[in-house]
């Protein structure tokens, strides 16, 4: 998986504008400090600091629900903008990501220009970045996670968050490709070569930067030895050879396929 590493790297480019947002709206703040989150009519300055509080201990799902609350209460403050975003950092951090999801993408349906929103779009992509599961499980929130990177470079490509986006886009895009060469092995193992074919070939020409690429390599050369196309196999094995000569996977397309073109193995 690869959410615990994920989680924390997003949280460091997370949390210092969610600390930003806070003292922000904070330096004057004091009042109450409690646990309700009943309907109670408060001044906005007492309700923030009290989410504030609440963040700061951990308490993510009171803290959201209080930040909530700020911009029920006082929709037309400069508050309820900040509580707003910190209302969906707060389910981000309780690890409540439909909901962190969900705040982002209303804050930006709100204040779609605001000097925020490159935090809202991180906020967005880390919450589908975190979901990603195993490459043996269903890939549409990893797809999600990359449209939504890939859309976050794209607006903000000067941007920290972007940055980052980058680097999260090469490991979903590995992600991926990694699924691609499972579900082919999958086929191959079953001797429906045409179908593994189509997902190896898959890996080499959307995935090509990424780890999976030898292997896929590797895995066409095989498959087409065994549906009898030798001109192929010799092909994707020079590929291989030339582009990942040291590799593993080289050295046993290179035995692989030896026998049946002697030519290639001596280098002709």
């Known amino acids: 998986m690869l959410a615990p590493i994920a989680r924390a790297r997003g949280a460091a480019v997370l949390f210092p504008l969610a600390a930003a947002l806070v003292l922000s709206g904070c330096s004057a703040l004091g009042g109450k400090q409690g646990g309700d989150v009943a309907y109670v009519a408060r001044d906005v300055e007492s309700l923030y600091a009290e989410a504030k509080e609440r963040l700061d201990r951990g308490d993510n799902k009171v803290a959201a629900a209080l930040f909530d609350e700020v911009e029920r ?34 804050f930006l349906s709100i204040h779609p220009g605001n000097k925020d929103a490159p935090y809202a779009y991180y906020l967005i992509a880390i919450s589908y970045y975190e979901q990603i599961s195993d490459v043996e499980r269903d890939q549409r929130i990893t ?15 000067q941007t920290e968050y972007a940055a980052d986006a980058r680097l999260k886009i090469d490991l979903v895009n590995d992600h ?55 001109d192929e196999a010799k092909k994707y094995a020079a590929v291989l050879g030339a ?21 290639l193995a001596s280098g002709g």
């Open 176 to 230: 991926l490709a990694g699924k691609e060469m499972e579900i082919g092995r999958f086929y191959e193992r079953s001797g429906r070569w045409l179908a593994a074919q189509i997902r190896f070939q898959n890996v080499i020409e959307n995935y090509q930067t990424t780890s999976h690429t030898p292997e896929a390599l590797y895995r066409l050369t095989e498959t087409s030895l065994a549906l009898g196309i030798l």
């Open 143 to 157: 797809r999600q996670a990359l449209d939504a990177l890939t859309e976050l470079q794209r607006r903000y490509p």
């Open 73 to 106: 209460q006082h929709p037309y403050s400069p508050w309820a903008r900040r509580a707003q975003l910190m209302g969906a950092f707060a389910h981000y951090s309780g690890r409540d990501y439909e909901k962190a999801i969900q705040g982002a993408q209303r």
């Open 243 to 263: 582009n990942y000569p040291g590799s593993e996977w080289y050295e046993r397309a290179y035995e692989l396929i030896g026998d049946k073109a002697p030519q």
